[in-house]
Nanobody, 122 residues
Framework: VQLVESGGGLVQTGGSLRLSCAAS???????MGWFRQAPGKEREFVAA????????YYADAVKGRFTISRDNVKNAVHLQMNSLKPEDTAVYYC?????????????????WGQGTQVTVSS
């Protein structure tokens, strides 16, 4: 599966962005996740959605502000980010996991996109 992210950019504090991740072919058999990595920091879990999108998971830092959704017909997963803060600045990656175990660990994901930069100015 090839994954391509889009939708990153520069936004002011309190603003919103919607990230999208397009898959090269059907990805309904994959758990989908979003991760982010800021300069000098490790890649961290942001959000994940189960195979049908009926179960979602979030990092505490983004809970209530970010929403993950997926469209298995269009082979796409989205991350709606509201009330953005400067500490949300990072490169955001989408990833696919075949088994859905330990979804918060990047080591368990099998496929990754190239990332999209999100910068939140104060």
């Amino acid at each position: 599966v090839q994954l391509v992210e889009s939708g990153g950019g520069l936004v002011q504090t309190g603003g919103s962005l919607r990230l999208s991740c397009a898959a090269s072919h059907s990805f309904s058999s994959y758990f989908m996740g979003w991760f982010r990595q800021a300069p000098g920091k490790e890649r961290e879990f942001v959000a994940a959605a189960s195979w049908r999108g009926d179960m979602t998971y979030y990092a505490d830092a983004v809970k209530g502000r970010f929403t993950i959704s997926r469209d298995n017909v269009k082979n796409a997963v989205h991350l709606q980010m509201n009330s953005l803060k400067p500490e949300d600045t990072a490169v955001y990656y989408c990833a696919a996991d075949r088994f859905g175990n330990t979804i918060k660990s990047p080591d368990n994901y099998d496929y990754w996109g190239q990332g999209t930069q999100v910068t939140v100015s104060s």
